[in-house]
């Protein structure tokens, strides 16, 4: 910790913030919602004592990174171009990119636009971008939306989450976190009906310390949310159409970039957003797939839950990227 060094710079037209430790190889930690570069605390050091440059960004609209209010701002253009900037304001042609949840989507984005900037790809839990070309992704949450709560539509309607979760961050954010772990079946929170308020819906969270997270280092994600609010993260979903529409010329085509992947047993995106085979379409979405992954009972906070054997995974797909 105490070698992390905190920069900040305009990167892409944003006051950006972004943690690194190290020198070498540059590898960029991207996180996603409602993650800040904290949540790859257990993973900097020891990738920078094995000889890496770590760069964690708080990514667009999270943390101490700056939060355009409209949500086209959080389109593929704009989030790809986060990180062809942070590239060249490092000063690097090229950087193996490890990202979760949106953090992933955006590196996945990044390789199909830009794939000579990108050395390589290790994709947590999320192993490809969820594409159903007849419909988009928020015009189907609103399909299932009718049927039970459903995060993706609630958080599609402007200000409806921002006056709940503004109001409440630190019960937000305590059960969401938890919910999502390995220690709950995330897909539960589904049986609710429509309209049912999204704190609501989430179960309530044991008391700390929890076996992977700590009450202080709870309080930072706290401390950071109450001080942005929701807006940014959640513009992300509510960006996700547009997204989609900019993805669609890419549709057939195989991602070139060397890829890896790093799943969990009880990951709630594996269960509910990829198909009944999530790990059999990797094949058919990447041209170079180097080295699938799985570690048991840890849930979608895997770099935090199961610390150790993901820095161990990651350690070792990038000691084959190396001499």
């Known amino acids: ?14 006051h950006t913030h972004y943690v690194e430790q190290g020198a070498g190889p540059l590898v960029v930690l991207c996180h996603g919602f409602p993650h800040l570069w904290f949540s790859w605390r257990h993973q900097i050091g020891p990738l920078a004592g094995a000889g890496w440059r770590v760069v964690a960004p708080d990514m667009r609209g999270m943390g101490q990174t700056e939060a355009p209010p409209d949500p086209s701002a959080y389109d593929c253009e704009h989030t790809v171009g986060d990180l062809i900037a942070l590239l060249d304001h ?19 984005d990044l390789c199909f636009r830009h794939p000579q900037r990108v050395a390589a790809v290790i994709g947590l839990e999320n192993p490809v971008t969820p594409h159903d070309p007849s419909i988009s992704p928020l015009a189907q949450a609103k399909v299932l939306g009718r049927k039970h709560f459903y995060h993706l539509d609630y958080f599609a309607q402007p200000g409806l989450a921002e006056r709940a979760l503004d109001a409440a961050p630190r019960e937000f954010l305590t059960r969401v976190f938890h919910a999502l772990s390995g220690d709950y079946h995330y897909i ?13 819906a989430l179960p309530v969270a044991p008391p700390f310390p929890w076996s992977w997270m700590s009450e202080i280092e709870m309080e930072f994600y706290v401390c950071e949310y109450s001080r ?3 807006t940014g993260g959640l513009n992300w979903y509510r960006a996700m159409d547009l997204r989609w529409a900019q993805r669609k010329r890419f549709e057939g085509t195989k991602n070139p970039v060397p890829f890896y992947f790093i799943g969990s047993e009880n990951d709630a995106d594996l269960e509910g957003f990829h198909g009944t085979d999530p ?17 048991p009972k840890a849930g979608h906070m895997l770099q935090m839950e199961r610390p150790q054997e993901t820095t161990a995974l990651l350690l070792r797909f990038l000691s084959n990227l190396v001499p």
């Open 1 to 14: 910790m105490a070698k992390w060094l905190h920069r900040y710079a305009r990167i892409n037209g944003l």
């Open 90 to 108: 490092l000063g690097e042609e090229k950087a193996v990119f490890v990202g979760l949840d949106f953090g992933a989507f955006a590196i996945y």
């Open 188 to 200: 539960d929170v589904w049986k609710h009906p429509p309209a049912t308020p999204y704190i609501d």
């Open 228 to 230: 942005s609010g929701f």
């Open 279 to 295: 790990l059999g379409g990797i094949g058919r979405a990447y041209s170079d797939v180097r080295e699938i992954a799985m570690v």
